[in-house]
């Protein structure tokens, strides 16, 4: 298969732009330009906002950590109780070893 040449020699590029819409390249600057600040500025708002989250979060389980910790301890200590409890069933006493 050949592929076929394409002959640019009479291409009047000159023409072709002539045709084409001015476009201010000053307003297009500008454009991108606040684009590119907005678009930074939604980040440091987003991250900003994270980080309020973060602190509000760490208040609150600070708050809640003592509470949290005492009631750990209660069921640890009911636990330990129950299982003493049990263990002290289930030894034999020193006259049904003798039997």
């Known amino acids: 298969m050949k592929i076929p040449g394409i002959d640019l020699t009479k291409f009047d590029v000159q023409a072709v732009t002539s045709r084409l819409p001015h476009i201010p390249t000053d307003k297009v600057v500008t454009l991108a330009k606040d684009a590119a600040y ?3 500025g939604f980040g440091v708002l987003a991250f900003q906002k ?12 600070q708050a809640k950590l003592p ?9 640890a200590t009911s636990a330990l109780t129950n299982l003493r409890g049990l263990v002290k069933f289930a030894k034999p006493s020193a006259t049904e070893q003798h039997n």
């Open 50 to 61: 994270s980080q309020v989250r973060r602190r509000e979060i760490t208040e609150e389980i």
């Open 67 to 75: 509470a949290v910790a005492t009631e750990a301890v209660t069921k």
């Open 38 to 40: 907005t678009t930074v």
